[in-house]
C-alpha cells in the first residue's frame, strides 16, 4: 500500500485545493444528485467501489478516514447540503482506497481525481 499518493490528496484537502467554492457556484444539488443516480454513473461508481474500497484493512486506514472526513466538512461548510457531503466524501473515499492500493489503471477512479482537481464535480 501506497499512503504517499493519499497523504498528498489529504493535504490538498487541508489547504482546500481540491473543494473550492468554484467547484459548487451555479450547482443544483438536487438535479446533480439524480445525475450521479443514474445507472451510467452509479453502476461504474459501485463497480470502483467493489474493487478497492470494500477491503475492511484498507477501509480503515486513519488517513482514509481523514480524508473522507475532510471532504465531508469542507463540502458541508461551503454548500450547507449533508447529502451532497457524503456524495463527495463517498468519492474521497473511494479515490483514497484506490491510491492505497497503488491503483492507477482505474479509468473510473482516474475520472473521478482528475475532475475534482480540475475544479469540478464527476459529471459536471
Known amino acids: 500500500m501506497s499512503k504517499t499518493d493519499v497523504e498528498?490528496?489529504?493535504?490538498?484537502?487541508?489547504?482546500?485545493?481540491?473543494?473550492t467554492q468554484q467547484i459548487f457556484e451555479g450547482l443544483?444539488?438536487?438535479i446533480y444528485l439524480d445525475e450521479r443516480d443514474?445507472?451510467?454513473?452509479a453502476d461504474e461508481w459501485m463497480q470502483s467501489f467493489e474493487r478497492w474500497a470494500q477491503d475492511t484493512v484498507v477501509a480503515e486506514e486513519e488517513v482514509l478516514r481523514a480524508c473522507r472526513e475532510q471532504a465531508f466538512k469542507q463540502t458541508l461548510a461551503l454548500t450547507g447540503e449533508p447529502e451532497l457531503a457524503g456524495y463527495v466524501s463517498d468519492d474521497m473515499g473511494l479515490i483514497g482506497a484506490a491510491l492505497l492500493?497503488?491503483?492507477v489503471h482505474?479509468?473510473?477512479v482516474n475520472e473521478l481525481l482528475e475532475s475534482y482537481r480540475q475544479g469540478r464535480l464527476p459529471l459536471r
Open 101 to 103: 492500493q497503488d491503483v
Open 28 to 30: 443544483d444539488v438536487e
Open 38 to 41: 443514474v445507472p451510467a454513473f
Open 106 to 108: 482505474d479509468s473510473f
Open 8 to 19: 498528498k490528496l489529504l493535504l490538498d484537502l487541508n489547504e482546500g485545493q481540491i473543494l
